[in-house]
């Protein structure tokens, strides 16, 4: 069983930075690949940037590419989220998700464990 929890969210102005962190317990997720996704009020939760286990593969959600960065450090069983020139529609809860195989998905139904989430507002 792995337990996630998901911190680093807060009120941030628009074009400001935010770095979250996902940090995993109850076994190593170092042969897991791990995702962020995000769910804005009165929408469907989304899928955000996903990293394989080595972190040498990444995806990211045409929406964030280029202004978010997924990383990890596996030694810390710890998973990131460098978000930076944040707009308004950025927010919303970012959720940690790990998948129990080496290689990601974009399909939240393919992660088994969830984090709690981590609230982003983004003020205009």
């Known amino acids: 069983q792995v337990q996630l929890v998901e911190s680093g969210g807060g009120l941030v102005q628009a074009g400001g930075s935010l770095r979250l962190s996902c940090a995993a317990s109850?076994?190593?997720?170092?042969?897991?690949?791990m995702a962020w996704f995000r769910q804005a009020p009165g929408k469907e939760r989304e899928f955000v940037a996903a990293?394989?286990?080595?972190?040498?593969?990444?995806y990211y959600a045409d929406s964030v590419k280029g202004r978010f960065t997924i990383s990890r450090d596996n030694a810390k069983n710890t998973v990131y989220l460098e978000m930076n020139s944040l707009k308004p529609e950025d927010t919303a809860g970012y959720y940690c998700?790990?998948?129990?195989?080496?290689?990601?998905?974009?399909?939240?139904?393919?992660?088994?464990?969830w984090g709690q989430g981590t609230q982003v507002t983004v003020s205009s």
């Open positions: 109850g076994r190593t997720i170092s042969t897991y690949a």
């Open positions: 990293t394989s286990w080595t972190g040498d593969s990444t």
């Open positions: 998700a790990a998948r129990t195989f080496i290689n990601y998905s974009l399909k939240q139904n393919e992660y088994r464990y």
